[in-house]
């Protein structure tokens, strides 16, 4: 009888750890896509603004990779709209958009790696003055 | 005793199940939260600086002018007087802000002390953002 319900324990345990394990991952995952999008956000505001200021394709792209952190630099990218300087006057529109490769735990499942964006846009302040 | 034991994995699985789901369900509200308030502050951030922009346009039209007519002005009254400046600078800020699916609330140009403030309330996915800008005259 003892050794029945040490070996129903046994099953019981079984059936519900990766349950529970199942879980617990997808919260850290949830919360992790979570500070993904916060930082991806923000960090396509503080590029738009520099470009904004600037009008330089680099340091707003390296303005906004830094304003990613704690996410790993080398999963982001950063895309300028327009792409050329002389396409944004003072006064036009600039977008900036960060965007973050986040992998996920999930890859067993087919779903390997999520794609976060941030979108900024700002009104051109930069004055080229010869 | 022993068959009293038998459920208990089943209903610790079913609490852990009900807890997971309320976490699961507090986290994605808070992100979505944070992420809605983030967005409202950086598009009243934009619609604000786009606003002072155009202010700041104008101030150096006003200040050229004068410069011209060998006069003295106070470009952040002078501006302010003109009646065309709300429009543009609300015209601006609302640009920006549809770009940013973002509806402009109110606009206040006004003067600070030595000079012209911009500030800009909106609303954004259900939430309210407010930001300010001050432009030094030239």
Redesign the interface.
Known sequence: MVREEHAQSLVELALTLPVLLLLAVLIVTLSLLGIARLATENAASEGARTLALTNDDVRATATAIAATAPLRSDLVDVRIDPSSASLRPRGSLARVVVGYRLALPFAFAGLGDVRVEGVGVRRMEFIDVP | M?RD??G???A??VA??GF?AF??GA??E??TR??NR??AT?AA??AA??AG?VA??LMLELRAEALQDHRAVDVIDAALADPLLAARAEG?AR??LA??GADLTRLTLNRRSTELSAKAEVHSRNTDGLARVGVQPP
């Open positions: 022993c034991d038998r208990q994995a089943l610790l699985l852990a199940l997971a976490v699961v986290v994605v808070t992100d944070l992420l983030l967005h950086r951030e934009a600086e786009a922009g700041a346009d601006a640009q920006v770009s940013m």
